[in-house]
């Protein structure tokens, strides 16, 4: 009985660490997203001037700018909710997850640009400090399962065969390689000689 129940905990372990595996690398990739999207946003004049006024803003006031997106996408949950209820699952899944992009790339770039700012403030730099020590400490924590490097090690084949899987789609694709499209143009070639 103590086997299984070993067994059993085991097991539960594994599949535990799996799902905090992929909320990390998920988290890490939406973070990385929406931070670039958020940086394409600086392009724009009028953005790049309020994120000037941010920089002049007292730290206090910065800190209730990360307000804006709950508020802003107030009107957005809303419209997903009544797409749910009207029978619009896709329609509102949609729209709530475009509405979660949108106000992440919003408070990453704000964040990005504020983080000198709000690090003035005493209580936000410990809250920040101790935020990141904790992620550092639960991903070393992680890093050392059987089950995480299980999962690691099959993200690095699954990457290194799309790696290779691309690049024979581009090496059959290349204009003068002897791939598809080289092909195609002599094909072409010969139907236009035989007019």
């Not at 949950?77 to 797409?83: C, E, F, R, V």
Request: aromatic share 6%.
């Amino acid at each position: 009985m103590m086997r299984v129940r070993r067994g059993a905990a085991q097991v539960t372990r594994s599949i535990l660490v799996l799902v905090a595996f992929v909320l990390v690398a998920a988290e890490g990739a939406i973070w990385a997203a929406c931070s670039a999207a958020g940086a394409q946003l600086a392009r724009i004049p009028l953005w790049r001037t309020l994120e000037h006024l941010v920089e002049r803003l007292d730290a206090r006031l910065v800190l209730g700018l990360f307000l804006l997106p709950m508020v802003a996408l107030l009107p957005v949950k809303l419209g997903a909710l009544w797409l749910l209820a009207h029978g619009h699952p896709l329609g509102g899944l949609a729209l709530l997850v475009a509405g979660k992009v949108a106000g992440t790339a919003f408070s990453a770039r704000l964040y990005a640009v504020a983080e000198p700012k709000l690090m003035s403030l005493a209580l936000f730099a410990r809250g920040r400090n101790l935020a990141f020590a904790l992620h550092a400490r639960a991903l070393a924590y992680l890093g050392q399962s059987p089950a995480w490097q299980s999962a690691r090690r099959a993200v690095s084949i699954a990457r290194a065969s799309a790696a290779r899987l691309l690049a024979a789609t581009r090496a059959l694709a290349a204009p003068g390689g002897g791939g598809i499209a080289a092909r195609f143009a002599a094909a072409r070639r010969l139907a236009r000689r035989g007019r």
